[in-house]
């Protein structure tokens, strides 16, 4: 980039900030985001906050362009930014400041730039506010920066709106707007969450040209991968503090707070791996599942195959992992599983007999045998109910009839997945998401059901919390011996827990084996794809497994 | 061209169905009107003999079986002939053409004040200044409880019986036409200020917004160049509430004001029981409904290009 | 067996929302409750508040303006304002509040009926609302009125009448949303009968955002009560209904404001009380919903 640099010489930190407090709100209601934070950003470097949501990282970047809220309270020991004091900015300043001399590619591209109106507007209004080009030769600026960032037929995007483009187009366009009034410094918030794997490497490279050509980079993010593919330096937060902080391979491969070594092990398939996942122990089989179709009605009267012609067969103790895609038929195939859905043609048998193409009353007795792990619990459960009434009607519906003994039932299942009597009384809402997946576990146990179809039990959860989970169902399964069905998007996920896997892709089965095969030699691109998506640690994992 | 095609045939039929619901809907609350028709037509002291009966019967079609009287009024509603009224002795559309000026003129300048002051009010109050925002809540709070029909009576009283300044009744010159405006416009008003403004208060939450005021745009820049005109899609959508109030506005006010209008009309009808002008002021009522529908279904699109649906730039 | 323990931290913002729950409502939701009591303890118990007959005329006593003797003056049969607007405030909630009530009842039918049926009966019943929804709603009250004629009953019916469809959009939207919930779903996966689920789950889940709904469209039935009775077709003279009452003053504009002021004046101040107290109970469930 070849902007102008006025203030610091190349050596003098962009960014200088020591002890920056961010308080939201007043008395009762105050929350406190950031507490004593201290870091640097210098030309061409790269800064990673690394966190999970809610650790700050937000409000710590809004922060320095002035933006952190009209409730909120900033302070700092030193707010430098560009050589000159930022605690005595007023508004005139910040907005000089603003675009200029600091951009920000603010968190989903969506909605984080104005649906109504065509990208070209929106990347030309820094050049128009802070007076970089002329009136005249904006739209031209607008046509090279969307060239810059890799955008194809630039002329015809800049008319488009957001919800024309795609995921990685939207990226692009949102950093274009970022980039356009050419500033010293990039805060780039999430830039890569929801993207596909192969459109997130494009926009990893892109950011890393950029510190190249010498703009200094902070990067917010919770991805251990992104961070280290980009990051010179890290800092890692939590509850407002950034509790380690240096050099990205120090931090990465030599973590010193229990907290970074938690994220990192969190990282599935980042830590030691456990104990091979059980096979099957035998026995007839619980599930099968011969040919099944499932169409749907698209608008319009289009038709769209959602599952089109799948087998398996399940057997006690057995778990098999259903890997795929958003929109590759995966939750379709569970719900025919589960009987809430018959198929079009072919049919599921469970313990030997008719399962699809009955009637409800025949199945509803025999319901019990397997039960649902559903991917996000809040909306699994009746947000007027307690746990213990949530659980009860599980343990009614088996047949457990005294108030007293359900009660006492309710209480050891709880504790069988981590949470105790105290839970009891709480409601849905008054739950974290961890605890809430448990007790979604436990009210899938009340039944005592053989097989367990989990779908997505852990996508919505924080990585820390993940492990728990997936440790949780990981015990329960081998000690109860039930049988699994593992949906997942998240090829690493179901490594943890599966001995089996099927991989699907516009409702076909394109490739299954045993998962270390599969994942050791994958023959299908889909796979491929899926695999790439996986975060690559592989640094860490060797450094960890040295620390062993 | 064909999605556009389309797309036009599926509102015209939905709009079709809605008036074919609409006056279905009347023709059957009228067959359970209780009493006889005949005398809402000769009123209910007029001594008529059984032969007169059977005349008047005869003369409005109703000796017919109801099937065939359904079917009738429906083809003459296709061609416009919406009956003869009972109490007026002429055509009802001829009635409703007349009556329709006095209160399109009345609703027109209603809706214009209501859009003017909802606009300055909501630009007026959404600085960073809370006071402002509050005293105009609770002045919206209390014009949306206050009814229209009593608001009428007190600017009545105030300034056409106390101050003498306005025309107690329709005068037939611009300044009868003042009070009238005010009370049907006054309600509107408040509801569209607080929607617009709620639209306003959400917009300048929204992420785009952090993204504006990063780039270094002013506040008034992020409020007249991206944030007013998410304001406005809230509002927009609030148009069938808004017929149903400026129709329903119009009833009580032109009988608060003694105008004339279909709002008089209708209040005429139903305490004679003129059924065939009640018919046809359904009729009517419903056809606006579906016009005031299209036009801001349009306006939508002009504001929001995400409705347009896809364009020929397909996404990569 | 047994598994590690969840960590006990709840998420950060925690306190701040327990904070925000328990915090005493605002002032205007505390006035708006005093004054709505007040208007219900004159409803039920009209001697409480005027010792003079709200029937009673006078012609000696006809057009005093308010004073000392008559609070608000009297009208033009003597009769004392103040009584007759005491005397009336139960003709005016009731035809609101009834009628309210009556528009959740036919509502939560119309609604279930159409979202736990199949598609024709449910688009049938949809298209139905639509239609009626397509009218004004004074214009729909009307046409009610033609059926049931004139009085207090009639127009509490029309009233019901006319807020019926829009509830039932409510209910209808709510009940498919609930239908297809992850928690109805798991009743069926755990084998719990129909009936069941739609009396443990989908209708009390159906039934809150409708109550909240109805409390805020409470103040405009109660307007629109008075709007019929003002237009001759509600409640009939001499029953002192505020709307009514209106009707005898805007005879006697010139020569007695007061007749009309004051049965208004209380009109507003019931609707303005009951839409806070509305408007709170809203406020507070969406957020409930939204934490």
């Known amino acids: 980039m070849s902007a102008p640099r006025t203030g610091p010489s190349p050596d003098e930190p962009l960014i200088d900030v020591v002890d920056l407090d961010v308080r939201f ?97 929106e990347i030309a209004e820094p050049l128009l506010v802070h007076r970089v080009v002329p009136r005249h030769q904006a739209a031209d600026r607008v046509i090279d920066l969307l ?172 778990t098999l992992g259903l890997v795929g895609e958003s929109g590759s038929g995966k939750s379709t195939l569970a719900r025919m599983v589960l009987g809430l859905l018959s198929p079009d043609s072919g049919d599921v048998r469970l313990d030997g007999a008719a399962w699809s193409g009955v009637s409800e009353r025949e199945r509803r007795p025999r319901r019990r045998a397997l039960q649902l792990v559903p991917q996000d619990p809040l909306s699994a459960f009746d947000p007027r109910w307690s746990v213990a009434r949530i659980v009860g009607e599980a343990l009614q519906t088996a047949g457990v009839h005294s108030r007293q003994e359900r009660r006492e039932e309710t209480v050891r299942l709880l504790e069988q997945v981590g949470l105790s009597a105290e839970h009891l009384d709480r409601r849905p809402l008054a739950l974290s998401g961890g605890q809430r997946q448990r007790v979604a576990v436990a009210r899938a146990l009340a039944p005592r059901p053989r097989l367990l179809v989990c779908d997505e039990p852990v996508s919505a959860l924080d990585v820390s919390v993940q492990a728990q989970v997936l440790g949780v169902l990981r015990e329960l399964q081998e000690s109860l011996d039930l049988a699994m069905l593992f949906i997942s998007h998240d090829l690493a996920v179901v490594r943890e827990v599966c001995a089996r896997v099927m991989v699907m892709k516009d409702g076909r089965v394109v490739e299954s084996g045993p998962v270390e095969e599969v994942f050791s030699a994958p023959r299908d691109a889909c796979t491929r794809a899926l695999l790439e998506a996986v975060p690559r640690r592989a640094h860490a994992r060797h450094a960890a497994e040295e620390r062993l | 061209m064909r999605p556009v095609v389309r797309q036009v045939a599926v509102r015209l039929g939905g709009a079709l169905l809605v008036v074919w619901g609409a006056a279905s809907c009347a023709f059957l609350v009228l067959q359970l009107v209780p009493g006889d028709p005949v005398r809402a037509v000769v009123g209910a002291n007029a001594l008529v003999d059984a032969g007169q009966r059977e005349e008047i019967r005869h003369h409005y079609g109703l000796d017919r079986p109801l099937p065939v009287q359904y079917v009738t009024y429906l083809g003459h509603l296709l061609t416009g002939d919406l009956g003869d009224s009972y109490q007026l002795q002429q055509p009802v559309s001829g009635v409703l053409a007349q009556q329709l000026r006095p209160t ?152 608060v004001f003694a105008r004339s209008g279909i709002g008089r009309v209708t209040l005429q009808a139903v305490t004679s029981r003129d059924l065939p002008l009640v018919q046809g002021v359904v009729a009517l009522s419903a056809v606006v409904f579906v016009a005031v529908g299209t036009v801001v279904e349009l306006l939508c699109l002009a504001v929001d290009p995400r409705l347009r649906g896809a364009t020929g730039v397909k996404a990569a | 067996m047994s598994v590690s323990p969840a960590p006990r931290t709840g998420p950060p913002a925690g306190r701040a929302t327990e904070a925000r729950t328990t915090r005493r409502p605002p002032v205007s939701v505390l006035l708006a409750a005093a004054a709505l009591s007040l208007v219900l303890l004159a409803a039920l118990v009209p001697g409480l508040f005027a010792h003079t007959s709200a029937t ?95 009085g207090v009953a009639g127009a509490t019916i029309a009233v019901a009448f006319g807020t019926a469809p829009g509830f039932a959009r409510v209910v209808r939207a709510q009940a498919l949303v609930v239908r297809r919930s992850g928690y109805v779903e798991a009743a069926v996966g755990l084998g719990v009968q129909r009936p069941l689920i739609i009396l443990r789950h989908v209708l009390p889940n159906t039934l809150g955002p409708l109550l909240v709904l109805a409390t805020v469209t409470l103040g405009a ?71």
């Open chain 1, 25 to 121: 709100g007043e008395g009762t209601t105050r929350v406190q985001a950031v507490r004593g934070a201290s870091l640097r950003l210098s030309a061409g470097r790269c800064l990673a906050l690394v966190g999970e949501s809610g650790s700050g990282k937000s409000a710590l970047a809004r922060s320095l362009l002035g933006l952190a809220g009209p409730t909120a309270t900033v302070g700092a020991g030193r707010l430098s930014l560009f050589g000159r004091d930022a605690l005595a900015f007023g508004p005139r300043d910040w907005r000089a400041l603003r675009g200029r001399r600091i951009g920000l590619v603010a968190q989903d591209a969506l909605v984080a730039l104005d649906p109504l109106r065509p990208i070209g507007k």
């Open chain 1, 147 to 318: 060239e810059r960032v890799g955008v194809p037929e630039p002329v015809e995007r800049a008319r488009s709106h957001v919800h024309q483009l795609s995921g990685g187009l939207r990226q692009r366009a949102l950093i274009a707007s970022a980039l356009a009034a050419q500033p010293g410094v990039l805060i780039a918030d999430e830039p890569t969450t929801a993207l596909d794997a192969s459109v997130q490497a494009r926009i990893l490279d892109l950011l890393g040209e950029l510190t190249k050509a010498g703009t200094g980079l902070l990067l917010i993010s919770h991805d251990l991968a992104v961070v280290e593919a980009l990051a010179d330096e890290v800092a890692v937060m939590r509850g407002g503090r950034i509790v380690e902080q240096g050099p990205v391979r120090d931090v990465l491969d030599r973590p010193r707070h229990a907290y970074t070594r938690a994220l990192l092990d969190a990282v599935p398939g980042g830590g030691p791996p456990g104990a091979a996942p059980p096979a099957a122990t035998g026995g007839a089989p619980i599930l099968e599942v011969t040919d099944v179709v499932k169409e749907f009605r698209g608008p319009r009267g289009a038709r769209r195959t959602a599952v089109a012609g799948v087998s398996f067969t399940l057997r006690p103790g057995e």
């Open chain 2, 104 to 255: 399109a003129e009345l609703a027109l300048y209603a809706t214009l004040l209501a859009v003017l002051l909802a606009v300055v009010v909501t630009v007026a109050t959404s600085g960073r200044a809370r006071w402002p925002r509050r005293l105009s809540a609770v002045v919206e709070l209390v014009v949306v409880s206050t009814p229209s029909f009593w608001l009428g009576i007190m600017l009545l009283t105030l300034f056409s019986f106390r101050l003498g300044w306005l025309p107690v009744s329709d005068s037939g010159d611009v300044r009868s036409l003042v009070l009238p405006v005010i009370t049907l416009a006054l309600p509107i008003a408040a509801v569209l200020t607080q929607v617009m403004r709620e639209g306003l208060l959400d917009a300048l939450r929204s992420p785009f917004v952090l993204t504006a005021r990063a780039r270094g745009l002013t506040e008034p820049a992020v409020r007249s160049r991206h944030a007013l005109r998410h304001a406005a899609l809230p509002a927009l959508t609030l148009a069938g509430w808004f017929t149903g109030t400026l129709l329903s506005g119009a009833v009580v006010v032109e009988n």
């Open chain 3, 56 to 150: 009673d005329t006078d012609p000696l006593q006809a057009l005093r303006p308010p004073g000392s003797g008559h609070w608000f003056g009297t009208d033009e049969l003597g009769r004392d304002v103040f009584a007759r607007i005491v005397h009336g405030t139960r003709y005016s909630l009731a035809i609101g509040a009834a009628a309210t009530g009556a528009g959740v009842a036919i509502a939560v039918l119309w609604g279930l009926a159409a979202a736990l049926s199949g598609r024709l009966g449910d688009t049938l019943l949809m298209r139905a609302a639509d239609v009626l929804l397509a009218l004004p709603g004074l214009l729909l009250a009307l046409l009610v009125v033609l059926i049931t004629g004139k």
């Open chain 3, 221 to 291: 039935s109660i307007s629109t009560g008075a709007a019929l009775s003002y237009l001759g077709l509600g409640a009939q003279p001499p029953t002192p209904e505020w709307g009514a009452m209106l009707t005898e003053g805007q005879g006697f504009l010139q020569q007695a404001w007061w007749i009309a002021l004051f049965p208004g004046l209380l009109l507003v101040g019931t609707v303005l009380a009951v839409t806070v107290l509305g408007r709170y109970a809203q406020n507070r469930a969406e957020w409930r919903a939204a934490s």
